[in-house]
T-cell receptor
Framework: DGGITQSPKYLFRKEGQNVTLSCEQNLNHDAMYWYRQDPGQGLRLIYYSQIVNDFQKGDIAEGYSVSREKKESFPLTVTSAQKNPTAFYLC??????????????FGAGSRLTVL | AQSVTQLDSQVPVFEEAPVELRCNYSSSVSVYLFWYVQYPNQGLQLLLKYLSGSTLVKGINGFEAEFNKSQTSFHLRKPSVHISDTAEYFCAVIISGSRLTFGEGTQLTVNP
């Protein structure tokens, strides 16, 4: 079955350490997204990419970095510059162009806790 | 400016009762509207969407929503809820070709 795989599901890190969250999709979608979810705040867009080797900042990109070397993969690095990294991180993908471009498919999420 | 507002952060109901989760959006000529559901510690799943056509949209799990342009609303309804409907529900909008924006979510809790 096609879908999005995020790993790890749970991650604990010490303050000041960089961490990388994995996101892989086999839906043949061109666009991929990273969202951060905090209680009572909905989802906020961190970064998105519509094509390989290109990505754009979202609303809260500071302290994060991404790469898009392959269509299937869009890893997110939470750097030590991110002031409050503890959160639930969601990866999503979609087609590009046409009405189906507006529908996102989500992974199961990665919960990062910084100690 | 907030483009989408979910009016209730928590909605408790009893099993088999009807439920309405409210969503309002900023007025615009062009709007696409979505409802997503999130079960604990999982990702979001699309419940239904309005892109064009009929203003009454039916989704999965017996949910439906009505696009009301005059009231700029897209409320989610279900005539009889089950315990398994307990989850967080997100309204999301695309206004005039802008990026998808999510509301803050409504926690639906169905009690026996």
């Amino acid at each position: 079955d096609g879908g999005i795989t995020q790993s790890p599901k749970y991650l604990f890190r010490k303050e000041g350490q960089n961490v990388t969250l994995s996101c892989e999709q086999n839906l043949n979608h061109d666009a991929m997204y990273w969202y951060r979810q905090d209680p009572g705040q909905g989802l906020r867009l961190i970064y998105y990419s519509q094509i390989v080797n290109d990505f754009q900042k979202g609303d809260i990109a500071e302290g994060y970095s991404v790469s898009r070397e392959k269509k299937e993969s869009f890893p997110l690095t939470v750097t030590s510059a991110q002031k409050n990294p503890t959160a639930f991180y969601l990866c999503a993908s979609s087609m590009v162009g046409g009405q189906r471009a507006n529908v996102l498919t989500f992974g199961a999420g990665s919960r990062l806790t910084v100690l | 400016a907030q483009s989408v507002t979910q009016l209730d952060s928590q909605v408790p109901v009893f099993e088999e009762a009807p439920v309405e989760l409210r969503c309002n959006y900023s007025s615009s000529v062009s709007v696409y509207l979505f409802w997503y559901v999130q079960y604990p510690n999982q990702g979001l799943q699309l419940l239904l969407k309005y892109l064009s056509g009929s203003t009454l949209v039916k989704g999965i799990n017996g949910f439906e929503a009505e696009f009301n342009k005059s009231q700029t609303s897209f409320h989610l309804r279900k005539p009889s809820v089950h315990i398994s409907d307990t989850a967080e529900y997100f309204c999301a909008v695309i206004i005039s070709g802008s990026r998808l924006t999510f509301g803050e979510g409504t926690q639906l809790t169905v009690n026996p």
